[in-house]
């Protein structure tokens, strides 16, 4: 009778047996071989966004929390997370968190050359890469210092902030820009840079030719006239420590961040414009009323 | 055994253009370009500055460090400036001569010392101080090369004439006409290094070349044990590795150099620079190239000064017959393709070619369709295809298992791709991005 109604009587307490074996043997395991871990480990774990980007130079996210809680690294590695998970972590591991540490970082492209508005040496047929495409005799571009378009900065960034648009130049989304800087790195042109977040002003060239060779190759570059620096001056006539955060080296405008207070004059002046946000120079100001609405 | 590599490819040789003319030479330029950097290693460092008047033959960049070469000037005259111009390595600090004043190294009477009684060394430094690298196109400097470590015993030289790249006769030209020269540069390099056993592989195509060189031996007789080895047409049979195997069966091994398994290889223009250079002390400041492509008015092979620029050479070689698709410096396979006439010929350039877009077609590449061609004709063993796709995926975890250091970037891999794709250059892209140099 009970062969009729369990068949398989024996295979189901066979299994239970086993499994009641195993299980007595995996809790005695886990209570004899158990490995004291740090609660704070945990907690580090949950203040980080869990990217597991790579960005701090770690694996990922639990692996700089180990190293935090026990190495007591430094806790301002991670950009995505930015001054909030420093904050954070500072308190759970009660330690000061410093001056100026962690700052918000976001990418900014230095490079409004593209596809339709430079020239070209060379045709190049080669592996579609910027790097593969910076190796051939310096670039197809006749600008050697411009963005070649191929996108290497946007395949190496994790959270999908960049993109190329119409005309093969990165763009930034800004809001999902979290700082972690692969696009510098991928970027075999130094293009991009990382800048802070406050400060929204940046140059939009990285030539360092003289104005008449630059042009033979691009419009939209710096030209080094200097009116950002002479406005940058006037800023700061009255300052005693600073004398202009915006200063022409080598034919390039390059902007000393620590020192910017994004007050938006150098970018007014810019005759080409070649300084960001462009939308407010002068120049491009009165271009736009001149078309007809 | 000849031609025993395997792999490899059939490209038409071209070389009916030019295989019949004798060498002529070009007119010495007006200014000369000469880069610090014609060679594989550390540039040279400048000794000259502007203003400087300099002879014809005077050193003007002496060499940094081990691997390294001089650099003489080509003519004399007066150092304009030093700048950064564009050559073959993109741009190099240039030092640019005006000339003006005597020429006197070209008619150098022979050196009063034979050769005979001098020791392997100071042939060495005598080979050292004319500047000479490699001249079939890879510019390896010379002394380095025939000064192996001492635990490595060389018992063999090749000299490598089998000039496989289509289009170049320079080495054909040079085996016919200097036969007697390359046998004496062949026992003057043996005596450098120390070995009593010479071959001299040629391909098969060039038969005059051949026969040149072995009725020469004969007549010559040398007491050291010099032979001619034919070798069968096939690319690329000049690659060092391959033409050690074809003509003694050794397999270098991988990432190894020729001198551990004691072989060392030279080219034939390079043993005949050497004689040049030990007999006449004469500096590496002009050498032979071959002009050719279907644009180039006069086809042939030409003698010219180190510094020329490929603009200077048009004229002579009887002006463009259309605007060129592609000027490559170098042989089509393996040579590189420029932008600019302003680029100097250097040490290493064996041939400039003019080629139309009936020749050069460009256009974008395919995808890879997985035929497997490239992994036939790979002459390393490597699987091209797979690299390839690595490479434009970023992989380089991938492609670094795929052993491309073991390329000889021989190019027969892009030359067979139905989908015209650049599998040499992915190739290239992966040993950049896995050893971190800058691109």
Known sequence: MLDLIFPSIWAVLSLTAFGAIFGLMLSFIKVKLNVEKNPK????????????????????????????????????????????????????????????????MKARVHCQGGRSLTKNRFEYNGPLSCSAASGVMGGFKVCEYGCLGFGDCVRACPFDAMYMDGDSLPVIRWEKCTGCGFCVKACPRNIISLEKQAIEVHVICRNREKAPTMKLGCPVGCIACKLCEKACREVFINEPTVDTAIEVRDFLARIDYDKCINCMKCVEVCPMPVIHPIT?????????????? | MSGGFRGGIHPHDKKN?????EFLNLPIPQRCFIPLQQHIGAPAKAIVKAGDHVEEGQLIGSSDGFISADVHSSIPGRVIEIIDHLTIYYRQPTVVIEAEGQFSASAMPRDPDDWGTLSGSEIISRIKSSGMVGLGGAAFPTSVKLSPPPEKKIDTLLVNGAEC????????????????????????????????????????????????????????????????????????????????????????????????????????????????????????????????????????????????????????????????????????????????????????????????????????????????????????GLLPCELGNAAENERFDLSGELNPFDCIMCGSCSYVCPSHRPLSHFIKVSQQKITGRAV
Request: with cysteine.
């Open chain 1, 280 to 293: 407010k120079s002068k120049v491009y100001l009165k271009k736009n009323s001149e078309v007809p609405a």
């Open chain 1, 41 to 104: 480990i945990a907690e580090v774990l949950d203040c980080l966004p869990g990217a597991n980007c790579g960005a701090c130079g770690m694996p990922g996210c639990s692996a700089y929390a180990t190293r935090i809680v026990e190495e007591k690294f430094d806790i301002n590695l991670c950009p995505v997370g930015g001054a909030d998970s420093a904050k954070k972590i500072a308190s759970i591991m009660g330690v000061d968190l410093g001056d100026g540490a962690a700052v918000s």
């Open chain 2, 165 to 380: 790249e289509p289009y170049l006769t320079v080495d054909d030209a040079l085996m016919r006409k200097f036969s007697l020269e390359i046998i004496e540069g062949t026992r003057i390099t043996m005596r450098a290094l120390g070995v009593k056993k010479a071959v001299i592989g040629i391909e098969d195509n060039k038969q005059g070349a051949i026969n040149a060189m072995r009725n020469e031996i004969r007549s010559a007789n040398p007491p050291e044990d010099i032979t001619v080895k034919s070798l069968k047409t096939r690319y690329p049979q000049g690659a060092e590795k391959q033409l050690i195997y074809s003509i003694l069966g050794r397999i270098v091994p991988s990432r190894g150099l020729p001198m551990d398994i004691g072989v060392v290889v030279q080219n034939v223009g390079t043993v005949f620079a050497i004689r040049e250079a030990v007999v006449f002390k004469k500096p590496l400041f002009e050498r032979f190239i071959t002009v050719g492509g279907d644009l180039i008015g006069k086809p042939g092979n030409y003698k010219v000064r180190i510094g020329s620029r490929i603009s200077d050479i048009i004229e002579e070689c009887g002006g463009l017959k259309g605007a060129p698709v592609k000027i490559v410096v170098g042989g089509p396979m393996c040579g590189l393709s420029v932008h600019s006439m302003d680029i100097p010929v250097v040490k290493g350039t064996s041939g400039i070619l003019f080629l139309s877009d009936k020749i050069a077609k460009g256009g974008p590449y395919l995808p890879c369709i997985r035929c497997g061609k490239c992994v036939k004709a790979c002459p390393m």
């Open chain 2, 17 to 21: 253009a030019t295989n019949h003319k």
